[in-house]
């Protein structure tokens, strides 16, 4: 509400007179006492009993189009971590325009622009390689194809939670450390279906003879000769991935074997999963820490179709829906 010049007026004048905040509450054109406490700051200052902004409720401005363009082509194209203060500067720095950094946040949530998770990509990644692969499978195979795997470490820090609620200060909370505590080596094989198996192994690492034995037992004998669904093995360019052993393995089933492009770990559904399956194992850290082998092979089989086509698409892979949760 804005008060006219004569109640500011008449509310100053009481002031002087050596009434209280409360008194003057109480009369009938009585403003707040935030109101009052304003009125007199600005009356000393400057000796007037007009409002800084003549009577009219100061509203947020806007921002200049060009101004939210080049924000939005400096998030595509340079770098899209930068802080609120930072793109002020920015904006001084090519414009010689200040905004405030609540109207900066306030133009960018109207854009429909916040923070979100980041998805690294490596540098050195060759973006030939990357469309001639992706030329290949959208080309020759579908989703339904597609038989992903990778090997992932749990470790007993998996259970940690790093958030917590509290009032006006950091939250304690005593922690066990675990220092030199085996986790498990996981080796999930993912399909449109879902997470088709998991190979779960106490090692710290794993040998191509471990590798082998999992991938003999869990994957092979879901494999079809190609084109059937099941019918290609999709997988990063590991050292132990390499072996010549994997190759006669998938091709005397009558399958087809492709590596992902160097660094295109982001073209690896199966990499997708393994975030929320820490996530499951941090929910459900009881169970975790009383028996991790049954967390984990449940965590991994959280892992629904519907999960699973979400992570073929982020991948390029085009997926279609039939029918609710029926996926190709």
């Not at 802080?83 to 002020?88: K, S």
Request: glycine share 6%; aromatic share 10%.
């Amino acid at each position: 509400m804005v008060f006219d010049l004569p109640t500011r007026r008449k509310v100053i004048k009481c002031v002087w007179q050596g009434m209280s905040m409360r008194e003057i509450g109480r009369q009938p054109f009585g403003p707040s006492k935030t109101a009052v406490s304003e009125w007199i700051r600005h009356f000393l200052l400057t000796g007037s009993f007009e409002t800084p902004s003549q009577g009219h409720r100061v509203r947020m401005g806007l921002m200049k189009p060009e101004h939210v363009l080049f924000l939005l082509e400096h998030f595509e194209n340079v770098d899209p971590t930068i802080y609120l203060d930072e793109m002020q500067g920015l904006l001084i720095r090519f414009f010689a325009r200040k905004y405030k950094i609540s109207l900066i946040c306030a133009t960018l949530i109207r854009r429909g622009v916040n923070r979100k998770k980041l998805s690294l990509i490596a540098e050195r990644r060759n973006e030939h390689e990357r469309a001639v692969h992706m030329r290949l499978i959208r080309q020759r195979f579908t989703a339904e194809h597609i038989v992903c795997f990778d090997e992932a470490r749990i470790d007993p820090i998996t259970q940690y939670r790093t958030h917590g609620r509290g009032q006006e200060r950091r939250v304690n909370y005593t922690q066990h450390y675990l220092r030199g505590q085996r986790g498990h080596s996981v080796l999930g094989f993912l399909v449109l279906e879902g997470m088709l198996s998991v190979a779960i192994s106490p090692a710290r690492g794993i040998t191509s003879d471990m590798f082998l034995l999992d991938f003999k037992t869990h994957l092979l004998p879901h494999l079809n000769p190609f084109p059937g669904p099941r019918s290609v093995v999709l997988c990063d360019n590991a050292v132990i991935h390499h072996i010549a052993e994997l190759r006669l393995l998938v091709e005397a089933a009558g399958a087809l074997l492709l590596y992902l492009p160097a660094y295109g770990y982001d073209f690896q559904p199966v990499e997708k999963c393994f975030s929320k399956i820490r996530l499951w194992l941090s929910r459900n850290r009881a169970l975790a820490r009383s028996n991790p082998r049954v967390a984990i092979y449940r965590a991994c089989m959280s892992i629904t179709g519907t999960d699973a086509a979400n992570y073929f698409r982020s991948c390029g892979i085009e997926v279609q829906e039939i029918v609710d949760g029926v996926f190709i």
